[in-house]
């Protein structure tokens, strides 16, 4: 725990707790208080190996699955996230935890429909943590909104914002999702207003704001926004707000700089089929039509 205040003592530590496997080379505990140190140093590789051997050793400990998970979930793999989280769910079938982390990977590997089923189960387990409980309900939106199940994706955003009401990520994506949708506009532009008031140097959060004043048919405000978004380099490199510029400028009768956009979208990965049409026909064509 002193780590956070002194990191030299992380050699001590170590030696410490390399007595401790000297004193007891075959105890699970001596090698997941090791891999312990080693998390809380950010030296994941080192603490998996250590996590791995306690396991070998005795496999009956949750809190060592758990971590197991934690570091793949900070090493941001959910190939391996999903392999651990399996063993986990079957091993330890009434743990909240393992159906969490099973329908992280199953999300960011883009299995929509096994995301939507895990994370159900997790919710049938529940967890007594609020935090956690919210994360469920805001990561099965994204998971509904996939898979084009809108009610249900609204109604999982509202229980997570009634657990969670300064969620930024939360009141952005559900913002943005009704915005694509042309629904409840007011109520997004409201929500999206709060994240930016959370959160006032997101790039991200403002290109939301601005294409939902671009979907209320207020061009002007919403150009005033996005091009807030585009004095950071973040959106500067990102397509879907290039092109959105584009469609604003177009409505803004500025057809020859909406073109300059759209191509930009397009050279930096952009290839839907709307944003070939526009290049093509040199117009503004809204996403009903596409």
Same mark, same amino acid.
């Given at each position: 725990?002193?780590?956070?205040?002194?990191?030299? #003592?992380?050699?001590?530590?170590?030696? +410490?707790?390399?007595?401790?496997?000297?004193?007891?080379?075959?105890?699970?505990?001596?090698?997941?208080?090791?891999? *312990?140190?080693?998390? %809380?140093?950010?030296?994941?590789?080192?603490?998996?190996?250590?996590?791995?051997?306690?396991?070998?050793?005795?496999?009956?400990?949750?809190?060592?699955?758990?971590?197991?998970?934690?570091?793949?979930?900070?090493?941001?793999?959910?190939?391996? +996230?999903?392999?651990?989280?399996?063993?986990?769910?079957?091993?330890?079938?009434?743990?909240?935890?393992?159906?969490?982390?099973?329908?992280?990977?199953?999300?960011?590997?883009?299995?929509?429909?096994?995301?939507?089923?895990?994370?159900?189960?997790?919710?049938?387990?529940?967890?007594?943590?609020?935090?956690?409980?919210? =994360?469920?309900?805001?990561?099965?939106?994204?998971?509904?909104?996939?898979?084009?199940?809108?009610?249900?994706? =609204?109604?999982?955003?509202?229980?997570?914002?009634? +657990?969670?009401?300064? *969620?930024?990520?939360?009141?952005?994506?559900?913002?943005?999702?009704?915005? +694509?949708?042309?629904?409840?506009?007011?109520?997004?532009?409201?929500?999206?207003?709060?994240?930016?008031?959370?959160?006032?140097?997101?790039?991200?959060?403002?290109?939301?704001?601005?294409?939902?004043?671009?979907?209320?048919? #207020?061009?002007?405000?919403?150009?005033?926004?996005?091009?807030?978004?585009?004095?950071?380099?973040?959106? %500067?490199?990102?397509?879907?707000?290039?092109?959105?510029?584009?469609?604003?400028?177009?409505?803004?009768?500025?057809?020859?700089?909406?073109?300059?956009?759209?191509?930009?979208?397009? =050279?930096?990965?952009?290839?839907?089929?709307?944003?070939?049409?526009?290049?093509?026909?040199?117009?503004?064509?809204?996403?009903?039509?596409?």
């Amino acid at each position: 725990q002193m780590l956070e205040m002194d990191t030299t #003592k992380l050699e001590e530590g170590l030696l +410490l707790t390399d007595l401790v496997i000297k004193a007891h080379p075959t105890e699970a505990k001596a090698y997941a208080l090791r891999a *312990d140190m080693y998390s %809380q140093a950010d030296m994941l590789d080192s603490a998996l190996a250590c996590y791995n051997k306690a396991i070998s050793l005795d496999d009956t400990r949750f809190s060592v699955w758990y971590q197991l998970m934690w570091i793949y979930s900070r090493k941001e793999d959910p190939h391996a +996230l999903l392999v651990i989280s399996n063993k986990v769910t079957d091993k330890f079938p009434q743990e909240f935890m393992g159906y969490y982390f099973k329908g992280v990977a199953s999300f960011l590997l883009q299995q929509y429909p096994s995301a939507v089923t895990t994370l159900n189960k997790a919710l049938t387990i529940g967890s007594g943590d609020k935090k956690f409980m919210a =994360d469920v309900y805001s990561l099965l939106g994204d998971a509904y909104h996939a898979t084009a199940q809108h009610e249900l994706s =609204d109604s999982s955003y509202e229980r997570a914002l009634m +657990l969670r009401p300064k *969620d930024a990520v939360v009141l952005n994506n559900y913002s943005y999702y009704l915005s +694509l949708r042309g629904e409840h506009l007011e109520k997004a532009a409201s929500m999206s207003r709060r994240s930016l008031e959370l959160q006032p140097e997101s790039a991200t959060y403002m290109d939301t704001y601005a294409w939902i004043l671009f979907r209320m048919d #207020k061009f002007e405000e919403a150009r005033q926004w996005i091009e807030k978004a585009l004095q950071y380099p973040v959106a %500067q490199e990102d397509p879907n707000v290039l092109e959105h510029y584009g469609d604003i400028l177009f409505n803004l009768k500025e057809v020859a700089k909406a073109m300059e956009y759209w191509q930009k979208a397009r =050279d930096k990965g952009a290839s839907s089929v709307g944003l070939t049409r526009k290049i093509a026909e040199k117009r503004y064509i809204h996403a009903s039509q596409q």
